[in-house]
């Protein structure tokens, strides 16, 4: 096709691409083109501020590497992960709700015993983890794979500190044959995403702030229940209403109870979605 206008250019895209066999790929790009045209005669995009967008997109690719992944942090401000894990994570009632995933977790974390230390050596005030994994009958789910993670108390994760040579505050465990679980760490506080990127020019730009209210990550596995990615966060902290990745459900604020002795003590139990394939 010659001549393609601003409007008649759609339909020759979509054209091109009409013998497309993956019939899944073919409804994502066509509506993608759809869209994308759409936004762009909506706002009238000029040359210029379509060179910015690709340079923009361009540094945020050249601030990744195998520690750093801009673009999940650009999809998780602009609210695209986690309007994808709302769509895909819907469970009965009294399931526990899923959240974001981020950008700091680590495969192979340390392997730490019931009542063992996940914090090893991660700055903060001590903090005592308890709870169970049940299924949504209220079933033991015994010997449930947690996984946990957190940022210390200066608001960075492990993998932030290139000092480290070692993982910190982060760890898997194995729930008891009850689904009972329980480890030491250090207690969460707020942090700012990383805003030294493109991620960072965006939030400037836009007139927003970079905190996450205080959390402390979960992901638990155990055949024959849905996988579950969460956070728990700490009832109190001030950036509850505004967090900035979206990622805060009222079901997931706890109460992290500071006892006399100076520990704070949190539990929580999960109650896990049973799979239906
Ligand atoms: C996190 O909670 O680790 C996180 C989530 C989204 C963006 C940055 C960090
Ligand atoms: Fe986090």
Not at 4 to 19: K, P, S
Not at 58 to 78: A, M, N, P, Y
Not at 258 to 270: A, E, I, V
């Amino acid at each position: 096709m010659k001549n393609v206008d601003q409007n008649t250019i759609t339909q020759a895209v979509l054209e091109r691409m009409g013998d497309m066999p993956d019939a899944r790929l073919k409804t994502i790009l066509t509506s993608l083109v759809h869209h994308l045209h759409d936004f762009a005669r909506d706002v009238t995009l000029s040359e210029e501020e379509w060179m910015h967008a690709i340079q923009f997109l361009t540094r945020t690719g050249q601030k990744c590497d195998d520690k750093r992944q801009e673009f999940i942090l650009l999809s998780d401000v602009l609210g695209l992960s986690m309007l994808t894990v709302a769509m895909n994570n819907q469970k009965p009632p009294g399931c526990t709700e899923a959240t974001v995933f981020g950008p700091f977790f680590v495969e192979d974390a340390p392997i730490v015993p019931l009542g063992g230390d996940v914090a090893q050596g991660a700055p903060g005030q001590p903090c005592t983890v308890s709870g169970r994994v049940v299924g949504s009958h209220g079933q033991a789910v015994a010997h449930a794979q947690l996984e946990v993670w957190q940022a210390d108390e200066e608001g960075f994760y492990d993998v932030q500190r290139p000092e480290l040579h070692a993982l910190q505050a982060r760890a898997r465990l194995q729930a008891d044959s009850e689904g009972r679980f329980h480890f030491n760490t250090i207690v969460a506080e707020a942090y700012p995403i990383p805003t030294d990127g493109p991620v960072g020019e965006l939030l400037r730009a836009t007139g927003r702030h970079p905190w996450r209210p205080a959390h402390l990550h979960f992901m638990i596995k155990a055949p024959g229940f849905e996988t579950l990615i969460t956070h728990v966060f700490r009832n109190g902290d001030k950036y509850l209403e505004s967090d900035a990745v979206f990622g805060v459900r009222e079901s997931l604020i706890a109460d992290w109870v500071k006892q006399p002795d100076g520990n704070t003590q949190l539990h929580f139990d999960f109650v896990l979605n049973e799979s239906h394939d």
